[in-house]
């Protein structure tokens, strides 16, 4: 493609005449008290402050959405022990039914053989053991509580495995709150500094954001095409959503933190890529040189690994950069993050 167009108090001594530097000094003192406040000589500083504040939180975002993942993938495998223990208990039950039956039917026909007896009363994993010293069970008895244990067991390390499950996911979720009260932490001091800059100060601010965010309208990305048809399709989602918000921990589709933009994106294409940035940097194929990228490669950004987006041609990302911005395409070289490499996906 050619270019992007928008998919204190004086002393005696000082109570003199005053000379003319003093009044003018007054009168500038007196004309600026009503006009809009000085530029503050520390909006550098703060700007300087939030910025870091953003990059805090969206590295710890990426943590946040690890934790997510490792959340949601024990949550599917817990879903799955539980069922294979129900489906163990149901057989359990099945034997303890059919013993039982043996039970009444030797009931009804004058009394129960010790053995059954025996099994009725004491627990299945020593049953065997006194039964044999009884000389009392049977071949075919002994193959029904031999498949009995059997189950037991595997009902008991079903239920041991889902236990261990639960204490790891309780310690994940854990993390994630964590993770959530320091994005927020950091999101919540964010604000704050901004707080104290002037009203002026703050539209700047905007406008420069508001510039950034319009820059995409008139980028050139020039025509080199992609490496693969799904990093093409993936890419043209991505293009697709140019515009929408950066909100931490979203994946889409209004809405998308850096990482969850690229995985939304492959989803559409039929492709399937971790969540986090991190993952993300060590999957398909790695591109060691800016200039072998070809549109639809992943590009990690941070020395942490900690940022990634799609390389858009011409030296451009389309990322969803941080808190306050929205997806966009913007320089690589300007972006503020150093570029780690590139990943292609195909």
Not at 17 to 31: D, N, W
Not at 325 to 334: F, N
Request: hydrophobic residues 35%; positive net charge.
């Amino acid at each position: 493609m050619a270019s992007h167009r928008r998919p204190k108090q004086s002393g005696p001594r000082c109570t003199g005449v005053l000379t003319v530097a003093t009044a003018a000094a007054v009168a500038f003192g007196t004309q600026s008290a009503s006009a809009d406040p000085l530029p503050d000589p520390n909006k550098k500083g703060v700007e300087a402050q939030v910025d870091r504040l953003y990059e805090q939180a969206t590295q710890a975002t990426e943590k946040y959405n690890g934790a997510k993942e490792r959340a949601d993938r024990l949550k599917k495998q817990i879903a799955v022990v539980q069922d294979e223990a129900a489906r163990k208990q149901g057989e359990l039950n099945e034997l303890r039914q059919r013993i039982g039956g043996l039970a009444a039917g030797q009931y009804r026909s004058g009394g129960i053989d010790p053995s059954i007896q025996l099994f009725l009363s004491e627990a299945p994993d020593t049953y065997l053991e006194k039964a044999f010293a009884l000389d009392r069970v049977g071949e075919r008895q002994t193959a029904v509580l031999q498949q009995f244990l059997s189950r037991q067991r595997a009902l008991q390390q079903q239920r041991q495995e889902a236990s261990g499950k639960l204490r790891d996911l309780d310690a994940v979720q854990k993390d994630l709150g964590n993770r959530k009260r320091e994005i927020q932490g950091k999101l919540s001091e964010a604000r704050r500094l901004l707080n104290t800059l002037s009203a002026k100060e703050r539209a700047r601010i905007d406008e420069a954001e508001d510039r950034a965010n319009r820059a995409g309208e008139r980028v050139d990305l020039g025509s080199e095409a992609s490496a693969s048809q799904r990093a093409a399709a993936a890419f043209a989602a991505a293009q697709g959503r140019v515009g929408l918000p950066y909100v931490w921990g979203a994946s889409g589709p209004s809405s998308f933190d850096c990482s969850g933009l690229t995985s939304w994106a492959f989803r559409q294409a039929d492709v399937s890529i971790p969540r986090t940035s991190q993952a993300q940097a060590n999957v398909g194929t790695r591109i060691n040189s800016l200039g072998d990228l070809k549109p639809g490669d992943l590009i990690i950004m941070r020395t942490d690994l900690s940022h990634v987006g799609f390389y858009a041609g011409n030296g451009q990302i389309l990322h969803s950069p941080k808190p306050g911005a929205k997806v966009r395409y913007e320089s690589i070289a300007r972006s503020g993050m150093p570029f780690m490499w590139g990943v292609r996906i195909g």
